[in-house]
């Protein structure tokens, strides 16, 4: 009898899925609803010959049997007073229900559902507080990521307030405290009343954080680490290298790195490099346990300062130099009047002609002894 019962529900699986490529849609309905509400999906009107197939993507499950033979076959789903109902609409949903006739397999309605995110964001930093005001009703908070949506953690509640999700989370004034978050914070937040119906949602998105240090040769290169030190993970890339090396592992430094050597330095806050060089240059990663990002920084090592000095002061003095040979050889070539101008001497006419010769050099410069030695 279970294997009748398995065959015609492998059957029915090989007929919804050849449906989508030879049957004609009949009204499809398409819905758009928020996540986390409980959502009626659609009366069963006959339950006895009905079967309701969910057809979804393959990370969600794939295609499955949600009712058949009267029986609710997803415990995620109920029946009740003929309404075939979801508790809790999530990523899962996303997909179309199939309603068929189970004698023969026919198919006689669909249901395309599209849930969508009407949660407030937040978005944080690594390392930054998360704070959630607790609504007045409030029994609950739980917490789920976007990988298993349908199995939330509660992380505090209001009649056991030690209940919390690895002691982290703290009630302060009608306020949810979560100090330092990291990837594994990131997710939704729920909050429930006393009969489980949702008062508020909220979705924390975790950002990571990028930037750019200058440094000089033999400067401190300090990195802060946002995450707990045993989770701590380094990894440094060269700007002309596409390998990867690790520095720190578990929080630890690693002694094989002979260019790091007494050079590195890692605390509770923050991973240190002394005596930066050119050869240090790239980039300088932080990530936690699960290989998840959390601080980036990229890093460029200038000329030595001194260096830097020393050119600026040559750039200095060799104008200067240039100006005072410049000056000192213009006041030492400077032309004089001759002694023949000087004198202011009445030009005598009527000389003979052989005297053109003496009144010419009496025209022409003159130049100092030290000038024509040194020329």
């Keep these: 009898m279970k294997e009748t019962a398995l065959n015609k529900s492998e059957t029915m699986l090989i007929l919804v899925l050849l449906s989508g490529l030879v049957s004609v849609a009949f009204g ?4 758009r609803e928020c996540y986390g509400q409980e959502l009626t999906i659609r009366a069963i009107i006959n339950p006895r010959n009905t079967a309701v197939v969910f057809q979804s993507d393959p990370r969600h499950g794939g295609t499955r049997i949600i009712f058949l033979n009267e029986t609710v076959q997803d415990s995620r ?8 109902k979801v508790q809790e609409l999530t990523e899962i949903e996303y997909g179309t229900f199939i309603f068929m006739h189970a004698d023969n397999n026919v198919e006689y309605d669909r249901v395309i559902m599209q849930p969508e995110d009407c949660s407030d964001s937040v978005y944080l930093y690594i390392g930054d507080d998360y ?8 029994a609950v908070v739980q917490h789920s990521n976007r990988y298993t949506p349908s199995q939330p953690v509660t992380v505090w509640n209001k009649t056991d307030p030690g209940v919390s999700k690895g002691g982290r989370g703290r009630v302060r004034s009608g306020v949810w405290f979560l100090s330092m978050v990291t990837h594994a914070d990131k ?11 949702i008062l508020s949602r909220q979705s924390l998105h975790i950002q990571v954080v990028r930037t750019f240090d200058r440094l000089f040769h033999g400067d401190l290169l300090v990195v802060p680490l946002k995450i707990p030190r045993s989770q701590v993970q380094v990894f440094f890339q060269s700007y002309d290298s596409t390998f990867k090396q690790q520095l ?3 929080g630890k430094l690693l002694d094989e790195q002979d260019s790091y050597r007494r050079r590195m330095k890692v605390d509770d806050w923050t991973f ?3 005596d930066m060089s050119s050869s240090d240059k790239g980039s300088y990663s932080i990530r936690d346990s699960d290989d998840n990002l959390v601080y980036s920084v990229e890093v460029e090592v200038a000329s030595p300062r001194n260096l830097n000095y020393l050119w600026l002061l040559l750039l200095l003095i060799i104008p200067v130099i240039m100006f005072i040979i410049c000056v000192k050889k213009g006041v030492c070539c400077k032309k004089k009047p001759s002694q023949a101008a000087a004198s202011s001497q009445p030009v005598v006419y009527g000389l003979a002609e052989a005297d053109g010769e003496l009144r010419k050099a009496q025209f022409l410069p003159t130049y ?3 000038c024509l030695s040194s020329s």
């Design 28 to 31: 499809n309905e398409v819905r």
């Design 368 to 370: 100092d002894d030290d």
């Design 248 to 250: 720190v592992r578990d």
């Design 131 to 138: 704070n959630l005001k607790l609504s007045a009703d409030v």
């Design 77 to 84: 789903y109920e029946w009740k007073d003929g309404l075939l």
């Design 272 to 274: 240190k490099v002394e």
């Design 187 to 197: 997710g939704h937040y729920t909050q429930r009343d006393m009969d489980g119906r």
